[in-house]
């Protein structure tokens, strides 16, 4: 009798029914969402919901998939695909999903390992943050509560995600801080949310802009470049 009651609990996690070289099929997937970031197999590759039909996925893997097989899992995350955008992108190489190629090179000189995360910008750097709100202000969509002089001739800025406005409830001094260290909280209508040194952004969303300026001029690299067999 338990032995059933397994098979059926087995049965009723989400799991592979197909493996074609980068794409997956999944069953079980009905709780799942269009452009939902996934892990894929013991492993955890990583991978995106591109199609979802009923309890049917498929899902494109970020990783090579040798070494899947028909049953593996597939584990939700409840988050889209996303990249960081804050300090740390420039002076680095990523891949398309901004693992920083450098520092995985320390680990495998020759091939991305499977399975190694969702690396993304240096977590544990510290960065000359000045805090550029005050508590009490009033806070929209865009406007920078935060900079940092990430090279000389770059001061990169740090503004407020589309999705969040309120009054600003406490802020920190302006000083070294982490990527991941609360800068600023404030007050909104959902509740208490926390601005960090960075953005998380869906990489499928464009960014908003207020305007975009049409090319005037054209783009001079002073690099010649010839093409030829």
Known sequence: MNSQNNIITTESKPRIVGINGPVVTAKGMTDFKMREMVTVGPKKLIGEVIILEDDIATIQVYEETEGLKIGDEIEATGNPLSVRLGPGLLKNMFDGIERPLNSIQEISPVFIPEGIG?????????????????????????????????????????????????????????????????????????????????????????????????PAKPLLTGTRVIDTF
């Not at 510290?126 to 005050?134: H, R």
């Open 118 to 214: 969702l690396l993304s910008i240096d977590e544990d750097k510290l960065w000359d943050f000045e805090i550029l709100v005050n508590e009490g202000d009033e806070l929209k969509p865009g406007q920078t509560y935060a900079q940092t002089q990430e090279t000389e001739m770059i001061n990169t800025k740090i503004m407020v995600p589309p999705n969040i406005s309120g009054k600003v409830k406490s802020v920190k001094p302006s000083g070294k801080y982490n990527i991941n260290e609360t800068l600023v909280e404030v007050e909104t209508e959902k509740g208490v949310e926390e601005l960090k040194g960075f953005q998380e952004w869906s990489i499928r969303d464009p960014r908003p802009v207020t305007q975009r300026l049409e």
